[in-house]
């Protein structure tokens, strides 16, 4: 079955960098895209952009382009989601899901806490 | 920015009601919509994709229908695990692919 693994919660200061990972088994990992979804505490769903993981194309969300970069890790079916220059406001779970349009599998979701 | 608007924010309901919920888009987005259901503390789970159909696995109770600007998501008879935030987001390649804001279930 379709399983998608993410990293533990983290609590970074400002201005700091997180790097979260999501590790996907039960299909052929190249054949779909992963995308990253973001939720703030008590707000709704944040898309935050997509890779394909058969050749690291990527789409990001123009308020992120520049802090985010999403890789792809084939020989471990992994993928990477990281935000640099972390403020107080990107504070929320961050979920990887498979696919870059229907997003039919989720990772469990990992809280990234921005404090000082 | 391809904006979704969700409406209603929140919905109260008794089981059995006839729920619908509606997202409207700022241009024209053909069938590319999907639904999303999330229940308190856990991820979102997909419901209906390409506007109307039907996710394998998902109770035929729940149906989306619409193109263009207008869609509406049904529960045709609402049940007491629906209880949820429901999500639409679009998916036309202009990013960002967008959710609306969220319509909040609860049962009367």
């Known amino acids: 079955q379709v399983n998608l693994v993410q990293s533990g919660a983290e609590v970074k200061k400002p201005g700091a960098s997180v790097k979260v990972s999501c590790m996907a088994s039960?299909?052929?990992?190249?054949?779909?895209?992963i995308s990253w979804v973001r939720q703030a505490p008590g707000q709704g769903l944040e898309w935050m952009g997509w890779?394909?993981?058969?050749?690291?194309?990527?789409n990001y969300a123009p308020k992120l382009q520049g802090r985010v970069t999403m890789t792809t890790d084939t020989s471990t079916s992994t993928a990477y989601m990281e935000l640099r220059g972390l403020r107080s406001d990107d504070t929320a779970v961050y979920y990887c899901?498979?696919?870059?349009?229907?997003?039919?599998?989720w990772g469990q979701g990992s809280l990234v806490t921005v404090s000082s | 920015d391809i904006q979704m608007t969700q409406s209603p924010s929140s919905l109260s309901a008794s089981v059995g009601d006839r729920v619908t919920i509606t997202c409207q888009a700022s241009?024209?987005?053909?069938?590319?919509l999907n639904w999303y259901q999330q229940k308190p503390g856990k991820a979102p789970n997909l419901l209906i994709y390409?506007?109307?159909n039907l996710e394998t696995g998902v109770p035929s109770r729940f149906s989306g229908s619409g193109s263009g600007t207008d869609f509406t998501f049904t529960i045709s008879s609402l049940q007491p695990e629906d209880i949820a935030t429901y999500y639409c987001?679009?998916?036309?390649?202009?990013?960002?692919?967008?959710f609306g804001q969220g319509t909040k279930l609860e049962i009367k």
């Open positions: 899901a498979r696919g870059v349009a229907t997003l039919g599998y």
């Open positions: 039960g299909y052929t990992f190249t054949t779909y895209g």
């Open positions: 890779i394909t993981a058969y050749n690291g194309n990527t």
């Open positions: 241009q024209d987005i053909t069938n590319y």
């Open positions: 390409d506007a109307s």
């Open positions: 987001q679009h998916y036309v390649n202009v990013p960002p692919y967008s």
